[in-house]
């Protein structure tokens, strides 16, 4: 299966190319073979490779179309599509909101494991493929920079809350011949997200 470059660089599908930039610097520091061993020159290569791809915008484009195409099926909703270990979409929201706000500060933050089924067909998980996934996560609002107010009134904007619900798209990689049983992680931390674990469990029939 080709490889997937979002996830290789660890960045949102919608990333922009600072950030696009700003992923390769690091991530070619770790793995630069002067640094990681001539074992990693394969890595390298390949990094090298997706980020010549992503930073283009026409190779973007055509990557994206041939993307597209392998997905599996469409997005799917971390709070609509599945039924999570908590007992509401409240709750989510409130663990994913705490990573932008005081108490994320804290050097020990608890991580709440959310397991989600994905039901595959037999020639899905014989294949493998992509399956995208919406997370939803909170940023500060542009215009009351998260006080919920401009001057006298509330904010238009957010509603006086000081924060929006943006969503973004993660690529959940199902490998080809995968099983009934199987646990896919998937990472949130690119997303700011790092007290919440999210493990796709798959079921195949």
């Excluded at 002067?34 to 010549?52: H, M, N, S, T, V």
């Excluded at 190779?59 to 999570?84: H, I, V, W």
């Excluded at 994320?104 to 067909?121: D, G, N």
Aim: glycine share 6%; hydrophobic share 35%.
């Amino acid at each position: 299966m080709p490889a997937d470059y979002y996830l290789m660089l660890n960045i949102d599908p919608a990333a922009t190319l600072p950030e696009i930039r700003q992923a390769f610097r690091e991530l070619s520091k770790q793995v630069h073979p002067d640094r990681a061993g001539p074992e990693a020159e394969e890595k390298f290569i390949e990094l090298q490779r997706a980020y010549e791809t992503l930073r283009d915008p026409e190779k973007r484009a055509e990557y994206d179309r041939q993307k597209r195409q392998r997905d599996l099926r469409p997005a799917m909703d971390l709070f609509e599509s599945f039924a999570s270990h908590w007992p509401s979409r409240e709750e989510i929201s409130r663990v994913i909101e705490e990573n932008f706000t005081q108490r994320s500060r804290s050097k020990f933050t608890a991580v709440h494991p959310v397991t989600i089924e994905v039901v595959l067909s037999t020639d899905e998980a014989a294949s493998g493929g992509h399956i995208p996934l919406r997370i939803p996560v909170p940023e500060v609002c542009p215009i009351c920079q998260g006080s919920g107010r401009t001057g006298f009134f509330t904010c238009d904007i957010c509603g006086g809350a000081g924060s929006r619900w943006i969503e973004h798209q993660v690529d959940v990689l199902v490998p080809g011949g995968a099983r009934d049983g199987m646990m896919i992680p998937v990472s949130l931390r690119h997303l700011g997200v790092r007290n919440m674990d999210v493990n796709c469990l798959v079921r195949v029939g």
